[in-house]
Every structure is written in C-alpha cells, then in structure tokens.
C-alpha cells in the first residue's frame, strides 16, 4: 500500500538576471529581469509503506527541492503530493505530525540547553504521552549510544554526537515516514556505520518508511533495495538496486596480484571483452557477466596461473550513475 503519493509534481524558480560590473548591478535596481528555472520537472512517483527508497542525484538535480515540497518546506509551482491518503495542501499540520527529518547540514536542536532538555521540548511539541516517550527515548539512546553525552548543551557535542541526536529528535514522536537528506555527511565511518544500523533497526522494528538522499553510495547500497535517480529536474531511472546493476553495470572486476605472469593476450582471447588494467601493484581484470560467466573465469585463472589470492569487487551504484548520466 502507498504510503506517498507523487503525482506531476513541479517547481519553478524565478532566477535574477543582472548584467556583470558595476553598471550592471545599478541598472538591476532600477529595471530588474528574471528567468524561470524549473527545479523538478512534472516528476510521478509513489512509495510504499516500510520502503527505503534512495533518492539520489548530482548537486542540482532537484533531490532537496523535492524532499523540502514532500516535507511542505516549500510549496509545489504544480502537481500534488498526497501522504497516507491525504492531501498535502488541505492536511498540513497533521500530516508533519507524522514525519521526522534530519537535513545533514542543519540541526533543529537547541544550542545552549542539555540535550535531554531538547527531548522534552519536542515530546511537549508533539504532545508525545508520557509512557510512549519513555519507551521511546529509552530505545533511541541505547541504539544511538546518545547516554553519555545527554546532559551536555547542544553547542559542546561534536559532529558525530550531534548527527545522532538530530536522527533521535526526528523520530522521538515515532513518525510513519522519515526523510534523511545527506544524514552521513562529514561523519566518520564508525558514526556512519551507527546510523546506518539505526536506521535499519527503525525500519525493521517499526516498519519506518525512509527517504535518503545521499552522495554516499555506500548508504544506498547498504540500505536501500529500490532508487529513484534524478537529473535536471526529471526522473531517469525508478527501481530496484539489483535490477539497475543488471541493466547498467553487471560487471565484476577481478583482483589479482601483479606478480602473477598473466598473459593479457590470451586472456582477451579467451575471455572476448575482457579489460586489463595494472595499477597499484596489481592487475584489474574488469568483465561483464552478460559476456563472460565469474566461475570460468575463476576456474580459467586457478588452473592457468594458480592465483590463490584474489579479490572480487561489484560496480558500484556511483559508477551506474555515471553511465545513466553520460546517456541522457
């Protein structure tokens, strides 16, 4: 069942034109032009409830304005955006009642209270029952590790602390649906490796939907089983992670050691569309699995060489984006 709804959903932005120097800024004041740039281009979608649906494109594509029209941030120039049923526009304020959201690069905590004091004032704003919120708060701290750092103010945590506390704050009054826009940004890979498992956790133990936008391709793999790829305002690919890779980049590379006497030559010989690369004191041996099957290949380079050591890598989703841009 859909949870939201995207239907021919636009914004239009008015753009200042002003000619360069000094005169140029002058003559603006008196005789000021514009242009219309459309950030999100009559885009349609629809989520299910419990998805974790991966929102990603380049810086510009539009991901944030659509995430901030679905939050009601900023209302939409066209196209309607309906969330569990209801019409965004005519249900405001009770459908923000049932979302959370962490913009990575902005933080809705108060600077110069505890922290735990923030939690009270959110629990307050959401009308949050007592009992709900204990259970609540009491879970967010131990699966975010938050305990230690609880009565110091805001302002003196760092950035891996504050970023949890921000993912505890979205979600203290257990919203249905919850946007993450960059939630990994600047963070270290431990932190990162936390919220990732905290989100998964939500997902799993309350049936959370989650919207990531992100330029982490790690969260995408590791989080999401479906993508919504942006550009330009519209929608270039919508579907699953493992059907995307099939379609745009089913290829393996092969890690072995450089000391290997591998004869490229007849390897391209056997194998037809086979690349070999050496870098890094080691050969990259990249293939297609349309093309050539991973198992005679590994069997081709036990028998031949007696490789013993090897490592075996997947495209990566930033790569598949890569390709799915330079198409369009």
Known sequence: MSIISVKSLSKTFKKPLREEGLRGMIKALFSRKYEQVKAVDSISFDIDEGEIVGYIGANGAGKSTTIKMMCGILYPTSGEITVDGMDFTKNRRRINREMGVVFGQKTQLWWDIPLIETFKILKSIYEVPDE???ERFNYLCDLLDMRPFLTQTVRSLSLGQRMRADFAAALIHSPKIVYLDEPTIGLDVLVKDKIRGAIKELNRKYNTTVILTTHDMKDIEELCNRIIIIDKGRILYDGSL??????FGNTKTIFTPSNVSLDTAALSERFPGVTVEEKDE???????????????????????YHVKDFKIEDVSIEDITKQLYEKH
């Open 132 to 134: 709900e919120y204990e």
């Open 242 to 247: 493992s059907n995307i890779k099939y379609r």
């Open 282 to 304: 080691r050969y990259a041996i990249k293939f297609s699995q349309n093309e050539v099957d991973l198992d005679d290949m590994l069997l081709y380079l036990i028998n031949t």
